[in-house]
């Protein structure tokens, strides 16, 4: 497979796909639908993706919480999903190193997102530790976890 890494905006083609696998996977399960909020965030934000060919295999946000736009310091990954024909393929793992990578380059310091409580054992793996306390948010218990660069 020829599966490539890339960034992309809320004006490229690849972003109708991603908001569809979002809603599908992150939300419709969950009885909520991505809202227009939504939309607004995700011109601001990053978005990184694996793609085969032309079809979005994975995707995650990057939200600047700190810094300047162009080289923030801190940042927040959200809604990360792999589509469901792929996971359990490492494409999760793949998407993550190769964004943390990223950022890395961009001179990020630190990575914070707010886990999904199934989730925290695959973000653990990857070197992200937890702090506070678990909450809920959007209908699902969450953990928040960060990880120094």
């Known amino acids: ?3 490539i890494f890339k960034q992309y905006t809320s004006r ?3 972003y109708r796909q991603a908001w569809n696998l979002r809603q599908a996977i992150l939300r419709t399960p969950v009885g909520l639908h991505l809202t227009e909020q939504d939309h607004q965030q995700d011109q601001i934000d990053r978005h990184f993706c694996l793609c085969l060919k032309q079809q979005l295999l994975a995707t995650v946000s990057v939200e600047v919480l ?7 310091r801190l940042v927040k990954l959200r ?3 792999v589509s469901p024909d792929y996971q359990k393929q490492g494409l999760g793992r793949l998407l993550i190193e190769k964004t943390e990578q990223a950022l890395r380059e961009q001179f990020v310091e630190s990575i914070h997102l ?3 409580l199934p989730a925290v ?3 653990q793996k990857l070197g992200y530790k937890q702090y506070g306390p678990i909450y809920h948010h959007l209908r699902i218990d969450h953990r928040d976890m960060v990880k120094t660069l």
């Open 114 to 116: 707010a886990a999904r």
């Open 66 to 72: 700190e810094g300047d736009p162009e080289s923030p």
């Open 1 to 3: 497979m020829d599966i």
């Open 121 to 123: 054992g695959f973000y």
């Open 12 to 14: 490229d083609t690849i």
């Open 79 to 81: 809604q990360m999903v």
